[in-house]
């Protein structure tokens, strides 16, 4: 699929191959691998120890969000870099992820850096070779992963980012998952992205960083790594209220957006 945008043309594709015969090494490549986190003791050293084991061979970095229990000791003992969020906020997604990311591409030189959440209880180290490998064989810029989900997961995507999406910003409501938590890029990439202004620092984030790279006309692609398990499903799957503030947050940032880029008005659109 082709979506023109801003007067650049950019080949954002949905791949659901499963073959895992290529050869792709990396060997010249620096690939650093972030994980925000907060309060995630059960998960943190099996995340950790998994992404080791990827054949790119990446350093590892936590951004600690104040945890109140032991991720961080943990992470560290695991083998992990471990940085704290800058500012001790709630909701700090964005901010943690703007740390992990200059830590990783101007204090550490990552060619490529990426991230994963941290809570996730069945993490494959083939999530990273498929994210970098689509960099890399695909010459884009961000890779984006997608996978299947319980049926009464993922409520804010459904209920917010992709119809408000399909809005908006219309090119770019085929990304089945645009609030993915693994997101793989160049570091060309994401030393622009850390340059634009006004990045949200909560959960408005990661649909900010798929907006704006498509508007800055940067070649994405979204990747199929299979089943997500993640132990937050647990905290908000009886009761979706609990989602409300990460509602809240992506829906005004992609608000902001559709202003920045001169397309509120299309919401006139919409018969109500």
Known sequence: MTAIVSQNVIDITADSDNNDNSVVTGQDLKVVTIFPTKN??????????????????????????????????????????????????????????????????????????LFLDADISNLSSKWIDKLVEALIQNNCDMSRGFYQRQPRDAAVTKLIARPMLNIFFPELTHFEQPLSGEVCARRQMW???????????????????????????????????????????????????????????????IIREAIKYGRIHLQGNVKV
């Open 40 to 113: 995630e003791e059960s998960t943190i050293e099996n995340v950790i120890n998994v992404a080791s084991t990827s054949k790119f061979n990446p350093e590892v970095i936590v951004v600690d969000a104040y945890s109140s229990d032991s991720t961080a000791d943990l992470a560290k003992k695991a083998g992990a870099i471990v940085i704290q969020q800058p500012e001790q906020i709630f909701p700090g997604k964005g901010n943690a992820m703007k740390a992990g990311l200059r830590e990783a591409v101007r204090n550490r030189s990552a060619d490529i850096a």
């Open 191 to 253: 030393e622009r992205l850390l340059d634009v202004q006004g990045s949200p620092d909560g959960w408005g984030i990661d649909i900010w960083f798929l907006i704006e790279t498509a508007m800055l006309g940067y070649h994405g692609k979204e990747v199929f790594l299979g089943s997500k398990n993640h132990t937050s499903y647990e905290d908000y799957k009886e009761d979706v209220v609990k989602l409300s503030k990460m509602a809240e947050q992506v829906e005004i940032t």
